[in-house]
């Protein structure tokens, strides 16, 4: 290429930064264009081989962002979700994580930077998308303490001491999103345990907004109503009852899906989007309005 050439091509990248254009002008061919390109942007999402976090993982590969996953037990559906948006043109990773288990962290981390290396040539994430999560139905008088604290262990306890085992990873003007629900803030019997640590969680979101706002890492939560997912043995998808409980108090009629959270969060993390910090996004069609 001649250098007049050279000139114009860098005015029309520049051109295309500017106007948000870049990714589809010059989408990314091979893993040496992934290795050098510092404008894609990497996401962790955790719980990201099914439900919600797949959503999430896959509308942000059609935006242009990196996704590592992360997946307890289910190494085929991570794969599945991996291989669906490498299949879209994305850069996606698979690692396994159980988020209940603190002492697992520092071993995690340093997974996550090799992978970080050698997968996109980086050593820090974007984004934090704290996700993964099993869901618990019992009316209060029956929850064991061990059921407990397992929700404790994974909804709350992981999702504090994983952010604070990743905070040297996260670049500094990068975001944090906490997976809370809908039912932190209505009462549905059978939910006392599971929605009390999504409250935790929603607390916890403004104090990160707060101490974090120094590196520019602003932290927001996203609350989802009911949603057709695998969580809770697949009830709001698979238990019409439900099903139809669910669209008689939600304004829009209907059960959410997965594409109703996913595009949603993945927007929340663009540009556009900067100077939203410290909130409680209901993601619900109106549940209980
Ligand atoms: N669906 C709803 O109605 C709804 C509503 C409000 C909020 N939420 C919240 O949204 C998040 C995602 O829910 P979902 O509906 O997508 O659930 P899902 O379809 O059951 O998927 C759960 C995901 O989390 C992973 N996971 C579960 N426990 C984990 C653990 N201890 N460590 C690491 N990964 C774990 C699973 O991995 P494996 O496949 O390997 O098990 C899977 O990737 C949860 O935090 C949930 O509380 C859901």
Redo the contacts with the bound molecule.
């Keep these: 290429m001649n250098e007049k050439n050279r000139q114009v091509l860098a005015r029309d990248k520049q051109e295309a930064r500017a106007t948000g254009a870049y990714r589809s002008r010059y989408p990314l061919q091979t893993k040496e264009d992934v290795m050098t390109d510092n404008t894609r942007k990497i996401a962790l999402v955790?719980?990201?081989?099914?439900?919600?976090?797949?959503a999430t993982a896959l509308a942000l590969g059609a935006r242009g962002v990196s996704t590592i996953i992360?997946?307890?037990?289910?190494?085929e559906?991570?794969d599945r979700t991996v291989a669906q948006i490498v299949g879209k043109g994305g850069q996606a990773a698979a690692l396994a994580?159980?988020?209940?288990v603190v002492s697992s962290f520092p071993a995690f981390v340093n997974e996550l930077q090799a992978v970080l290396q050698a997968n996109f040539g980086r050593d820090r994430i974007d984004y934090l998308i704290n996700?993964?999560?099993?869901?618990l139905n019992k009316p209060f008088a029956d929850v064991t303490e061990d059921e407990f604290d397992r929700l404790m262990q994974?909804?709350f306890k992981?999702v504090f001491f994983l952010t604070q085992a990743l905070l040297p990873v996260i670049a500094d003007g990068g975001r944090i999103v906490n997976?809370?629900?809908?039912?932190a803030r209505f009462a549905l019997p059978g939910f006392s345990a599971?929605a009390s640590m999504?409250g935790a969680i929603e607390v916890l979101t403004r104090y990160l907004a707060k101490e974090l706002g120094a590196r520019g890492i602003a932290v927001n939560t996203v609350?989802?109503?009911?949603?057709?997912?695998?969580?809770?043995g697949g009830a709001?998808r698979d238990n019409k009852p439900l099903n139809d409980m669910v669209r008689s108090v939600t304004a829009l009629g209907r059960a959410?899906v997965?594409d109703d959270i996913g595009p949603m969060i993945a927007s929340l993390l663009s540009e556009d989007n900067r100077w939203i910090n410290g909130q409680r996004i209901e993601v619900s069609g109106g549940m209980f309005v």
């Design positions: 955790t719980g990201g081989s099914r439900g919600l976090g797949a992360t997946y307890r037990a289910d190494k559906a991570a994580l159980d988020t209940g996700n993964a999560g099993h869901g994974v909804h992981g997976l809370s629900s809908g039912l599971y999504k609350a989802p109503g009911a949603i057709e997912t695998d969580f809770g709001v959410g997965p």
